[in-house]
């Protein structure tokens, strides 16, 4: 942990060039305005174009990553280490990955953030660097235990609180803030209406424009109140497509006056609550714009819209340039450049950083892009990173970590908050909650995602321990999201003999296996309770099971409240954020918005 020697000494050089106050959320004055454009005014061309990219890089260190992300980031980068990215490229941007090994537990991700400012701000005309990372919660999560981990958005749709929104999101960005990540590319502000939707789902927090507007809103001032940048995303909206932008390039099909009574709502909620930062969709809305080219690189939709239109002008990050949907119509070199001309600001994670840097460097040069247009950019990505008190403050401490990460308050606070959310889709003969004198013994089976974290699951074992600890006899056998013949027989050899089994399933279609395995255990005369760990459109494919649970999420916080729910220690007060429509006549619903039963009505 570097010493307050240390700290002083890296920032003189730019605490001196832009004395800022110490007020994190303050946001820098009018004053302050003119040193940030004499930072600007210093920069190097080069700098400037560094300062532009938000980058991936592997290891747990910024200076002493293991051999393996030494060699992963030789491959992918150039370059050894993130000290190293920094220097070549001056990057004013890192995103933390789990699978970039960045992430491993709370502790060594405060130390990887210090590193990573040191060796940005040891530089000539150093500067701090804006970490981030896709801390949605629920199903997207790259910070896991001992984290805390509160649920999704779709779940907090289906509770329908907005103080639970705002205070989850206020819980989330306070652990962010605490090991060094100071935005946070959440809430989603899409509008998931396509129950087909691959990519989306229940990242959104429903299919009602308003609801969700007021929930992201919510969840704006929470992020942001806990200084930590908010980021809704996907502009213009990612909520009705069949298609995923990170292997294909989707297009919607909304006219304009749809785009404007679904789509828009929520990202005009997310302006006026004062949103930090918004995030492009790799997506072709040809009513917005014909031309073909995805969002992230149209100037009609990015600057006549967003900026224009709506009126926004924060920071606007691209999705990930190394994405499928944005990398279709053009070359890696010409995309940095045409989403700068659309009207971006910071270029997220393209494929080569150093195709990328220098095919912006040569379209100034060239005068394809003015440096006048570049230094617009920097100067919003400046302006947060001073309202976020990143020249000020760039480091953070153990002691901060233990005092904010992981705390019992906050655990609590994201078990209250789960209790809410869960819903009870179907409760036929009023089988549940489920009775420890009638079915004290539970067989548990299903889908075992992995954990979007690394650290929570598998969900059978998590909901059988749950279970056990309110009284029940509870084992569990993993059966899979496609279980195969052999684990039906298994499942269904373990069923005989219980009083009760509950499946955990996942995104049921209609020609999975995991209906086999529902018919199979249903055939036994055992009572059969289910809980959707994702999506609830399962229910819809499972319509003979007399006890339906909507969880919305495989973490443990959402797992564990809905065995609390099964057993009866808390009633489900969760409502339908979305419609289930019928499997056999999908023009017709089964479970409307806001549908979901409690006990003993």
Do not use: C
């Not at 106050?21 to 004055?29: E, L, R, S």
């Not at 909901?463 to 027989?489: D, H, K, N």
């Not at 209906?515 to 249903?522: H, I, P």
Request: charged share 20%; aromatic share 4%.
């Amino acid at each position: 942990m570097p010493t307050r020697r240390t700290v002083l000494a890296a920032t003189a050089g730019v605490t001196s060039a832009l004395a800022l106050g110490t007020d994190a959320q303050a946001g820098p004055h009018p004053h302050d305005d003119k040193r940030l454009r004499a930072l600007v005014a210093r920069m190097s061309l080069e700098e400037k174009v560094g300062q532009l990219f938000v980058m991936r890089v592997y290891g747990h260190s910024a200076t002493a990553p293991d051999q393996a992300d030494i060699d992963a980031n030789l491959q992918e980068l150039g370059v050894r280490t993130a000290a190293e990215l920094l220097e070549r490229y001056r990057v004013g941007g890192i995103i933390y990955f789990s699978w970039a090994h960045n992430t491993r537990d709370p502790h060594q991700i405060a130390a990887l953030s210090n590193g990573i400012q040191r060796a940005s701000l040891g530089l000539p005309r150093g500067l701090p660097v804006l970490v981030s990372t896709d801390q949605e919660h629920g199903i997207v999560a790259r910070v896991g235990k001992p984290a805390t981990l509160l649920p999704g958005a779709m779940a907090l749709g289906a509770g329908g609180s907005r103080a639970d929104a705002r205070e989850a999101a206020r819980v989330g960005g306070a652990e962010l803030r605490a090991i060094g990540v100071r935005q946070d590319y959440a809430p989603v502000a899409d509008v998931n209406v396509n129950p087909a939707n691959p990519v989306i789902g229940v990242r959104s927090f429903g299919a009602a424009p308003d609801a969700v507007a007021g929930l992201v809103a919510a969840q704006v001032k929470g992020y942001q109140g806990a200084g930590v940048a908010a980021t809704a995303k996907h502009f213009p909206g990612h909520g009705d497509t069949a298609v995923d932008s990170h292997y294909g390039f989707p297009v919607i099909e909304h006219t304009r006056e749809q785009w404007t009574a679904l789509d828009a709502p929520p990202f005009r909620a997310a302006i006026r609550a004062g949103i930090d930062s918004i995030m492009t969709a790799h997506i072709m809305v040809p009513a917005l714009d014909p031309s073909g080219d995805p969002a992230t690189l149209s100037h009609p939709i990015l600057t006549g819209i967003l900026r224009e239109q709506l009126g926004y002008d924060g920071v606007v990050v691209t999705d990930s340039l190394g994405m499928q949907g944005v990398r279709e119509k053009y070359g890696d070199d010409q995309v940095p450049v045409l989403a700068l001309k659309a009207g971006v600001d910071q270029l997220l994670n393209p494929p080569s950083i150093d195709v990328a840097w220098n095919a912006v460097l040569a379209a100034v040069r060239s005068g394809e892009l003015t440096e006048a247009r570049l230094d617009k950019s920097i100067l919003r990505i400046l302006r947060l990173k001073a309202k976020l008190g990143l020249f000020e403050q760039p480091y953070v401490s153990d002691a901060g970590v233990d005092r904010v990460v992981g705390i019992r308050r906050h655990l609590e606070t994201a078990d209250r908050i789960a209790e809410r959310t869960t819903t009870l889709l179907v409760n036929e003969g009023s089988l549940l909650p489920l009775s420890r004198r009638t079915h004290r013994n539970v067989l548990v089976v299903g889908a075992d995602p992995a954990s979007p974290s690394g650290t929570t699951g598998p969900p059978t074992a998590v909901l059988a321990a749950e279970l056990a600890s309110l009284g029940f006899t509870a084992t569990s056998l993993s059966t899979g999201t496609a279980p195969t013949e052999a684990l039906v027989e298994r499942a269904v050899a373990a069923a005989r003999g219980k009083d009760a089994v509950v499946v955990a399933t996942y995104n049921v279609t209609a020609d999975s296996t995991q209906r086999t395995l529902v018919a199979r255990l249903l055939a036994t005369g055992v009572p059969v309770v289910a809980v959707a760990i994702r999506n609830p459109y399962d229910v819809a494919q499972l319509t003979q099971v007399k006890g339906y649970l909507a969880a919305y999420s495989w973490t443990d916080v959402e797992v564990r409240a809905a065995a609390r729910v099964l057993a009866g220690r808390v009633a489900p007060r969760g409502k339908l954020p979305v419609p289930v429509q019928r499997a056999d006549e999908p023009a017709k619903t089964l479970y409307p918005i806001g549908h979901g039963l409690t006990y003993g009505s």
